[in-house]
C-alpha cells in the first residue's frame, strides 16, 4: 500500500492526497467518524470504535518508503480544481499524536516532502506541531498549517476530545505560527448541533485577526456508534446536551443548511475565506428549491 495515497478529500477543497503516519489516534474524539471508515477498519486488527484513542500504530518501514516514492511522485496526476494536487497531513489519524513526540516520524516526512518542492497542508488537535515550526517557517509558500475549532469551550472538549490539547491552547498555537510566518487556516468541525450560533461567531472573531487563508466548516457527522459515545461522555460529564435528539426526521437537514448558511455570512462580514461542506445526503426534503441549490454550490458537480 501506498504512503501517499490518493483521496477524496478534494471534494472538501483539502487536497488529493494523504499521508496518515499512524493507523489509530490516541486523543479518542468521542466525535471522530474516521474509525468507521474502511481505511481504519481494515488496518487496525479488529479493534472497535470504542477502543478508538486507546491504540496508535506506527507505519511499518514509513520514511524508507516514503523515500522510494518520492522519486517518482507527481501531485499533479490525478490532481483536481479544487484539490490542486494538495499533501494532506492528515485525515485517519492525527500526525500529531502523543507518540510523534518521541518517535518523529512525522517530523520526518515534512523534511522530504517540502524539501522535494511539494505543497502540505497539517490539520492537528495537538500543540506539539510547534515542535516542527522550525522546518514550517523555511516553507511558507507550501504549507498551510490548520486546527480544528468548533468551539472554545476546554471544559466540553475534555469531555469530547479528551487527549486533544485543548482549544484555548490551540488557538494561541495559531496565534504562535502566524508570529513565525506560517500560513493558516482553522477547521471549524465538527458544529454541535446542540449549539447557537452564537458559537461559531465567537470562533470566526477570535480567528479572524490571524488573516486565515481559510476557514473550513462542517457539520457533525454521525457515524456507527459516535453520537451514542457523545451522548454518553457528556452524560458523565454532568451536562444535559443530548446529541442524539437532533437526528431525528429531516430536522438535521434544516438545521444543517441555516447553520452552514448564516456561518457563511458571518464569515464573509470578517473578511474570512469560509468554505461549506454539506453532506450530500442533507441536499433533500424539507428544504425549499433556493436552499438546496445553494448548498448545491458547496459540493462537487
Avoid at 488496518?43 to 520514511?63: A, F, M, V
Avoid at 517540502?114 to 492537528?124: K, M, N, P, S
Avoid at 430536522?251 to 468554505?275: D, Q, S
Wanted: charged share 25%; glycine share 6%.
Amino acid at each position: 500500500m501506498a504512503i501517499i495515497s490518493e483521496s477524496k478529500l478534494w471534494k472538501k477543497k483539502l487536497g488529493d492526497w494523504v499521508i496518515n503516519p499512524y493507523v489509530g489516534c490516541e486523543h479518542g474524539c468521542k466525535h471522530c467518524y474516521c474509525p468507521a471508515m474502511p481505511g481504519v477498519k481494515f488496518t487496525n486488527g479488529g479493534r472497535s470504535q470504542r477502543e478508538w484513542g486507546e491504540y496508535i500504530l506506527p507505519k511499518e518501514n514509513i520514511i524508507a518508503r516514503l523515500e522510494h516514492e518520492l522519486k517518482t511522485f507527481d501531485p499533479n496526476k490525478n490532481a483536481t480544481k479544487w484539490g490542486k494536487g494538495i499533501i494532506l497531513l492528515s485525515f485517519l489519524t492525527d500526525c500529531y499524536s502523543p507518540i510523534e513526540s518521541k518517535l518523529k516520524l512525522t517530523r520526518q516526512i515534512l523534511k522530504l516532502v517540502l524539501e522535494a518542492g511539494h505543497t502540505v497542508r497539517i490539520q492537528t488537535r495537538s500543540a506539539l506541531v510547534e515542535r516542527d515550526f522550525d522546518i514550517l517557517e523555511r516553507f511558507p509558500e507550501q504549507v498551510l498549517l490548520g486546527t480544528s475549532l468548533p468551539y472554545l469551550d476546554d471544559k466540553l472538549a475534555r469531555a469530547l476530545e479528551p487527549k486533544a490539547t485543548a482549544p484555548s491552547r490551540r488557538l494561541k498555537m495559531l496565534h504562535n505560527a502566524v508570529g513565525r510566518g506560517i500560513p493558516v487556516y482553522v477547521a471549524i468541525a465538527p458544529v454541535m448541533p446542540f449549539h447557537s450560533l452564537s458559537v461559531v461567531e465567537e470562533v470566526l472573531q477570535e480567528v479572524a485577526p490571524l488573516n486565515p487563508r481559510e476557514v473550513f466548516s462542517e457539520v457533525l457527522n454521525p457515524m456507527d456508534d459516535n453520537v451514542n459515545m457523545m451522548n454518553e461522555a457528556m452524560a458523565q460529564a454532568g451536562r444535559g446536551e443530548r446529541v442524539s435528539e437532533f437526528y431525528k426526521a429531516n430536522e438535521w437537514v434544516r438545521w444543517t443548511y441555516e447553520y452552514l448558511y448564516n456561518a457563511y455570512l458571518i464569515g464573509h462580514k470578517l473578511n474570512c475565506n469560509f468554505i461549506c461542506w454539506p453532506s450530500p445526503h442533507s441536499v433533500k426534503s424539507p428544504l425549499s428549491d433556493q436552499q438546496k441549490q445553494w448548498l448545491l454550490t458547496w459540493l462537487p458537480a
